[in-house]
Each structure stands twice: as structure tokens, then as C-alpha cells.
């Protein structure tokens, strides 16, 4: 790596200057870098965000068409992350999920995906119009998670779909398990299979040996990092890498073409490059300080008596910046756990289900922090719960039979019934718990008595339920008979 070009940020640099000089805009956004804005909007963000809220106009590189100062920082992240090609996001992993799978793979090939993928993952499936086979990752029963895929499951779904064009992988998963990718690619490579990575979890794995090896260094060939969720880019900012030969380069841009903005951010664009500089040039240091705080806390936590969950057993690597906590022993779901901290402590954790909260422990946090995390739990763990913790969902049941692809179901015609009618019925919709964001139900699929059941219950636990049309599932859609 070259360590002296790697300290420039020509995205970055580009946009500073734009702004700085004082160029009068003509051009969109109306608010005219902060001049026609709100003042109270103003006050709140701050009329330097506004001035760098620009998008393509001379001077300033096209993403869609990267040949200046963008294109330089696509090639200093590639080289930052061992990729052949990186193309910078502005719509998220969302977007690179559904750019790996629509470029990858046409009309009714077949994708092994794993059951516990992001939704849009399933969204890409669907715009692509591929077949798609599922496997499941290892349950773990005390934390009431799947964790990421095993060189054993994959195995067993090659040899079961041995006419599957690519394997799909998620890793690390929301509570930081990691799959061995570098095996899991050299098994798919071998059997002639494309690797597709959703690491939108882990744009930070690069920069530090404690952590689990990038599927970039493992060699997967396109794999999507949020720079946005555990690093320093903005909301929204993400980046897909290239690996290899086995990807065609020219429709992989053509599919970014069509599914990112014609109007993307610079703001966000600039992040992204400055996010890159900092992890090569402090990200060592700043990964240490992490998982030492993440380390006290534990620790802490511990000595309170809560169950933190570390590395799990037969689990290849986990990420310690995620710290996965649970006072269910002592009859708080995630949920109440979740809201307590937030409105009695004014701390806002990343997520929670039934029995966990996942709270993020990065680069931006101090020993403070920590230590008012620790007080907050402990505040929480002597009081009496009030609700009851929710009973867990038949959730280890098996996958729903498919009677439709995703697509052939989501362009059927549909009529809407009561979910407790529902039983035997082809779903149109993707039926999601919200966070984490893993689908139960996808377009396709048949709804059983036992789905229907869990659902009623992640309802009663006040769930989100995201991607049904009623999202407070007294009705869903199916397949019109």
C-alpha cells in the first residue's frame, strides 16, 4: 500500500474547495447551500453541511462516471481494502446487496442466499428473477440467534443445488458472528460459483488483526461494506468491491447506473473518502481503543452479573466491537431493556429483539461513555420488568415451502385476507421483524399455522413488522386463488 498517496482524499479535497470558494450556485438543491434553508433547520445542521450539500456540477466528479477526484477515491479505497475496483454507495448496502445478486446472475438462476440475509438481499433476488435456495446458519438457543454460515452448511447446499451459479454470504451477522470466508470462497470458487458477500458489518475488519479477516483479503468477488455503520462515513455511504476476473465489470456498472441516485450527494461522497484516509492512517489505534472499550464494558457488565456474549462456540470469529447483552434472566425482554436506557437514561442502543440489546462500540466513543452505559444497566437490572418477557416464537421451525419465485409472486394478481386466514396461502409480500431485519415470510412462499402463530407474537411484543403492506398484519396479501 502506498502509504504516502493514501494520506490524500481527493473527493474530499475537491468539495472543500468548491465550497471555499465562494462560487454563487445556480444550481440544485434549492436551498441554495443553506441560503434559502429554514433557519431553524440552519441552526440545527449547521450552514457548513449545507454548503457541501451539492451534487455533480463542474468540478466536482460524476460517480456514475468516476474519472476525476471520485474516481481517484475509488482507487485509493480499492487499494486501502485489497479490491481491484471500488464504486462508492450513496444508497447503501441496500443497494450493493441488490447490485452484487442483478449482476451476478440472470432470469432463473439459481442463488443459495442464507436464511438470516438482510431483506434487501431478498429485494435483489427479486429484481434479478433468479431462483434462490436457502440455507440455514448455526441457531444458537441461549442468545435466540442465527450466526454466520459454516463451511458444513454450505457444503451440504452445493451438494444439494449443485446447479447453483452463486453462493451469497452474510458476514458478520448484526451481533458480530463471522463466517470463515476464505474457505467458504475457495469451496465455491471450486465448484464454480461466484462469492457474494454482505459485509455492510464489517468496513472496519481490514484495520485491525483482533478482528475477523475482511472477506476482501478472503477473496470473495464483490462484497459491500457500510462505511456508515461502524466507521466514519455518513448515513447512506457505502462501498461495494470487485474482486477477480469472474465478474463482468461493465454490467456491474450498468446495474449501479440504474439503482443509485442521478443525484447523489457529495456530502456523503466526500465522507467516504475521508472515512478511507483515517482508517489507513489511525485506524489501528482507533480499532484498539474500540475493543478496549468494548472490553470494559463487558467487564463491567459482568460484574453486574448481566450476561455479556463474546466469541460462541462453534462460531469461526466474532467482532468484539459488538456488545450483545441480556437481562432476560431477570425477566426483561430486549425490547423493555431498549426503551428504558433510552428514555430514562437518554441512551440509545443500536437494536434489541426478544431476549438481546446490541449496543455499537466505535471509534467515536470514550471511557465516559462507557461507564454511563454500565450505570444505566445497572439502574435497570434493580427494577421489576413491566411487561412480561414475551414467549419465544416457534422461530426453528423450517423454511416455508416456495411455490413461486420471488418475482412470479410479487407480479401476481393478490387480494388481501386476515392473517389468521392466511394458513396455506401464497404470500406476495416479505413479512420482516424489524430490527434485525431478517425476513420470515419472502414473495412466494406459503404461510403455515405455525408462521402465522409466531408472527402473533412478535406482534403482541410490539415488533415492527416492515415490507407487508399492513404493517400491523391484521391482513396480508396473497396470491388471488
Not at 467487564?299 to 462460531?315: A, K, N, S
Request: charged share 20%.
Amino acid at each position: 500500500m502506498d502509504f504516502d498517496r493514501q494520506s490524500e482524499a481527493p473527493y474530499f479535497d475537491a468539495l472543500a474547495e468548491y465550497v471555499r470558494s465562494g462560487v454563487r450556485s445556480f444550481h440544485m438543491p434549492g436551498h441554495q447551500q443553506g441560503l434559502g434553508a429554514p433557519p431553524e433547520f440552519v441552526e440545527l445542521v449547521g450552514l457548513g453541511a449545507l454548503q457541501c450539500d451539492i451534487t455533480q456540477v463542474l468540478g466536482m466528479d460524476d460517480n456514475h462516471r468516476a474519472d476525476q477526484q471520485c474516481g481517484q477515491a475509488q482507487r485509493l479505497a480499492a487499494e486501502a481494502y485489497g479490491a481491484e475496483h471500488t464504486y462508492f454507495l450513496v444508497n447503501g448496502s441496500s443497494c450493493g446487496n441488490q447490485a452484487m445478486l442483478m449482476t451476478s446472475l440472470r432470469e432463473n438462476d439459481l442463488v443459495l442466499v442464507p436464511r438470516n440475509a438482510h431483506r434487501s438481499t431478498l429485494t435483489g433476488v427479486l429484481l434479478s428473477g433468479t431462483r434462490v435456495a436457502y440455507y440455514e446458519n448455526p441457531y444458537d438457543d441461549e442468545m435466540g440467534v442465527f450466526h454466520a454460515p459454516t463451511l458444513e452448511g454450505v457444503s451440504a447446499a452445493l451438494d444439494l443445488h449443485p446447479q447453483a451459479r452463486a453462493l451469497f454470504l452474510t458476514s458478520p451477522t448484526y451481533y458480530g458472528a463471522a463466517a470463515d470466508v476464505h474457505r467458504l470462497t475457495a469451496l465455491a470458487h471450486q465448484r464454480g460459483l461466484v462469492v457474494l458477500v454482505d459485509e455492510a458489518w464489517g468496513p472496519h475488519l481490514r484495520f485491525h488483526p483482533d478482528l475477523p479477516p475482511s472477506a476482501v483479503q478472503a477473496g470473495a468477488d464483490l462484497v459491500v461494506q457500510s462505511s456508515h455503520k461502524l466507521v466514519s462515513g455518513m448515513s447512506q455511504a457505502s462501498m461495494l468491491h470487485l474482486r477477480g476476473n469472474r465478474i463482468d465489470r461493465g454490467r456491474l456498472e450498468s446495474v449501479l447506473r440504474m439503482l443509485q441516485s442521478t443525484s447523489p450527494s457529495c456530502l456523503l461522497l466526500a465522507s467516504l473518502d475521508v472515512a478511507r484516509r483515517q482508517l489507513v492512517q489511525h485506524g489501528l489505534s482507533l480499532m484498539s481503543r474500540a475493543l478496549e472499550l468494548a472490553q470494559r464494558a463487558r467487564r463491567g457488565l459482568g460484574q453486574l452479573g448481566v450476561r455479556c456474549y463474546g466469541h460462541r462456540p462453534g462460531v469461526f470469529g466474532w467482532d468484539a466491537t459488538r456488545l450483545v447483552f441480556s437481562l432476560a434472566d431477570r425477566g426483561f425482554s430486549g425490547y423493555e431493556a431498549e426503551k428504558f436506557l433510552r428514555y430514562r437514561h437518554n441512551l440509545q442502543m443500536e437494536m434489541s429483539d426478544r431476549l438481546n440489546v446490541v449496543a455499537l462500540i466505535t471509534l467515536g466513543h470514550q471511557e465516559t461513555d462507557i461507564d454511563r452505559l454500565i450505570a444505566a444497566v445497572d439502574d435497570l437490572s434493580r427494577q421489576t420488568p413491566q411487561q412480561p418477557l414475551p414467549a419465544r416464537s416457534p422461530r426453528r421451525q423450517p423454511i416455508p415451502e416456495s411455490r413461486l419465485t420471488p418475482k412470479q409472486a410479487f407480479n401476481a394478481w393478490w387480494e388481501s385476507v386476515p392473517l389468521e386466514q392466511a394458513q396455506d396461502r401464497i404470500c406476495v409480500d416479505t413479512i420482516c421483524p424489524y430490527p434485525p431485519g431478517i425476513a420470515w415470510v419472502v414473495p412466494g412462499e406459503v404461510l403455515t399455522a405455525s408462521l402465522i402463530e409466531g408472527l402473533m407474537a412478535e406482534l403482541e411484543a410490539g415488533v415492527t413488522i416492515q415490507g407487508a403492506f399492513d404493517p400491523q398484519l391484521h391482513t396480508v396479501r396473497v396470491v388471488r386463488e
